[in-house]
Structures are given as C-alpha cells and as structure tokens.
C-alpha cells in the first residue's frame, strides 16, 4: 500500500474517486480541459492536449501533497474528522511521498519547457500557499473561501499555459463561475454549512449550467470571450444529455 502511493494520482484517487466522484472530474474537469486545449491550444490540438494532460499531472502531484497533509495531520485535530488514507503511515513514508510528488513536478516541468517561466511558478506558488491557508485554517466558515479558490486552480492548471493568451481570462472568468462556484455548494453541504436540500436534483444542476447560456449570448460579440462561451456550451451540453437521459429512463420505468 505504501509503495502505490508513490504515484501521483493514486492518493486522489483511492481517497477521492472512490467515493463516486469518477463521473464529476471526467466531465467537468479532463474532459473540460481537453477540449479548450484543442480547441483554443498554440500548439495545435494533439500538441496542445498532450500538454494539458502533462501539465494536469504536475498540477496533481503537488495538490496531492495537500491531500496528503490534511487527511494524516490536520484533519486529526477536526472535531468529526473524515479520516482518509494510511493514518497510521510514518512519518518517514510521508516524507517520501511528498519527496516523489516533487521530483516529478520538477520533472515534467522540465520536460514541458516551463522551468524559465515565471508564470508556471508563480502559478503553482500560489496554489500551495492557498492549499497551506486551507490546510491551517480550522474554521469551516473560512475554509469555503479556500476552498473555492483551489477548485478555480484545480480547472485551470491543465489549460492555463497552453491556450491563446487572448483566450486566458475569459477561461478564467469561466473556471470561476462556472466550475468553482458549482463545487462550494458540495464542500458546504459536506461540511454541514448548506442549508439547500434540492442541490443534488438534476434539475438544479441543469439551471445552473442553462443559465449561463445568457452570459455567452451577451458576450457574443467579443472575441476574447470565445473561450468562456465554448464552457459555457460544454457545461450546458453535458446538463442537457443528463436531463434527457433522465427523461428517458423516466419514460420506460413509466412503460414498464
């Protein structure tokens, strides 16, 4: 067990997918990413997506070390703590699994090209320090402000450096209004701060991601914010086939 978590991605997804999130990050966040890269890359598709699953690998091997410090340290000085992962690992393993975690983020950021780039590490700087904030912090309250500014880094690291520059802030805009936003709602409710029993109905979540659609009409004529508007429709396309789905599934019960 000890030698599996060696591997950045094993920890986030022994802790993480297992508990039926699987569905959530292929979706709204890889396959999200995968299609701005292609479409909005400089680098052209394959090139451009090759990148982002590159650069969503050394964004994961240091969120992971984040995972690791709030599951087997801080999350021991919760009142109800959720304990994930090996709480009775060493503490020589786990400075070997943050060792591993940072030689590989030094490595694919070599083999990416980004080691002169001011921006990958200002970029990654601010993600542990607002992943160490979040880990300090013990009030819940104020861990929600935290946490919504990790989910924005988690969407955008993969895309950020690849797509047209042009393109980077309407992305941005995008990963915090639409996908950022949509995630504190599940980390309040998770943490009992939530008082909004409809927020798991597929009717929510497809007024959620419908209403935006607004937004790319009103952006339509600016050509910066194609990138938003390409979410936009992506979100709102996935929320359209889940309802229809669910219409569906609805339909033959019905007949059934």
């Not at 000890?2 to 999130?21: H, I, K």
């Not at 999200?32 to 997506?49: E, K, N, Q, R, T």
């Not at 109800?80 to 070997?96: C, K």
């Not at 802030?169 to 409710?189: H, K, N, P, T, V």
Request: net charge positive; proline share 3%; aromatic share 18%.
């Amino acid at each position: 067990m000890n030698f599996v978590y060696l591997l950045p991605f094993s920890y986030f997804a022994r802790t993480r997918l297992a508990e039926g999130s699987l569905a959530f990050h292929a979706l709204f966040e890889w396959a999200a990413a995968l299609v701005l890269a292609a479409m909005f890359g400089i680098a052209g598709a394959w090139g451009s997506m090759l990148f982002a699953l590159g650069a969503y690998y050394a964004f994961i091997s240091l969120y992971e070390i984040g995972y690791l410090f709030n599951d087997l340290v801080t999350s021991k000085k919760e009142s109800a703590p959720r304990l994930r992962g090996p709480q009775d690992a060493p503490l020589s393993w786990f400075a070997i699994w943050v060792v591993a975690r940072l030689a590989v983020f030094i490595i694919i950021t070599i083999l990416l090209g980004m080691i002169n780039r001011s921006d990958w590490w200002l970029f990654f700087s601010a993600l542990l320090a607002v992943f160490s904030i979040h880990n300090l912090l013990q009030n819940k309250d104020s861990k929600a402000s935290t946490f919504l500014w990790l989910a924005w880094f988690r969407f955008l690291a993969p895309v950020i450096f690849i797509v047209q520059p042009s393109q980077r802030m309407g992305i941005a805009f995008g990963a915090a209004s639409l996908y950022a936003a949509f995630r504190l709602f599940g980390y309040l409710d998770s943490k009992g701060l939530l008082c909004m029993p409809g927020r798991q109905s597929l009717q929510f979540r497809v007024t959620y991601f419908l209403t935006p659609l607004l937004a790319a009409v009103a952006t339509w004529n600016y050509n910066e914010a194609a990138g938003f508007r390409c979410m936009v429709l992506y979100f709102a396309f996935i929320a359209s086939v889940a309802w229809v789905a669910q219409q569906a599934k609805a339909r033959l019960e019905l007949g059934g």
